[in-house]
């Protein structure tokens, strides 16, 4: 989920728009700390991906080392 769907628990409305200075304060803080880090520009088809990714190299792992 982006932080421009979120929803201010203030005002009702969406947190990108500012209208409150909760929304705005929350906005700055998301924008600052990146939401969720690096991830925060995947969707979720290749978050599901990477995953995929990631279940198969350990898996490989554990058959080499078996």
């Known amino acids: 989920m982006t932080y421009d769907r979120l929803v201010c628990a203030n005002c009702a409305a ?3 728009e500012g209208r ?3 929304c705005r304060a929350n906005r700055q803080r998301l924008q ?3 939401f ?3 991830l925060n520009g995947l969707n ?12 198969a190299a ?3 792992l554990a058959h080499q080392t078996v």
């Open 58 to 60: 350990v898996a490989l």
């Open 36 to 38: 969720f880090g690096g």
């Open 14 to 16: 969406p947190v990108s």
């Open 20 to 22: 409150c200075p909760v």
């Open 44 to 55: 979720p088809t290749a978050l599901i991906a990477l995953l995929a990714l990631l279940i």
């Open 32 to 34: 600052q700390e990146g």
